[in-house]
């Protein structure tokens, strides 16, 4: 982790994603740190991960560790304002990221001048996998991190 990083996903940050296969392969496999576990979507683009930090957090990094086969393979990063967490969340797309399909942990910084434009912090962050290397458009994510600042 860089320094003044830290991780943005605790016990309080609310997930939510487009669809699970099943239950065994639930959205809370997401961040359970556990590598046996996974969250898979359903079939069909475009799925997503939608995080909701229960104060303002500036992101400055997104690590996805997916199963091969089954990864976003071109994806938008979206945020909110905390204002828009008042009333409907106006989404804005901060930057697009384009994962291996491999099966290791990849990192994806966000840009620079993303993070000055979010100086007051964001409410949301939504990783929107427009993409999949699965035929059928299936996602499969066994770990999630986002590292940043709080505001």
Known sequence: MAAGQQPLINSETKIKVSSTLDKSVGKKNLVDG????CWTSQQGTPQFVQLTFPAPVIPRRIILTFQGGFVGTRCSIQAS??????GKAE???ITHIYPEDVNRKQTFDIPPEETVTMEAGIADIRI?????????GRIT???LQVEGQAV
Not at 81 to 86: N, Y
Request: proline residues 8%.
């Open 128 to 136: 929107v996998f427009e993409e999949s290397s699965d035929f059928f």
């Open 91 to 93: 989404w804005r797309t």
């Open 34 to 37: 556990d590598p046996a576990t």
């Open 141 to 143: 994510v066994y770990d």
């Open 81 to 86: 304002s905390p204002d828009a967490a008042k």
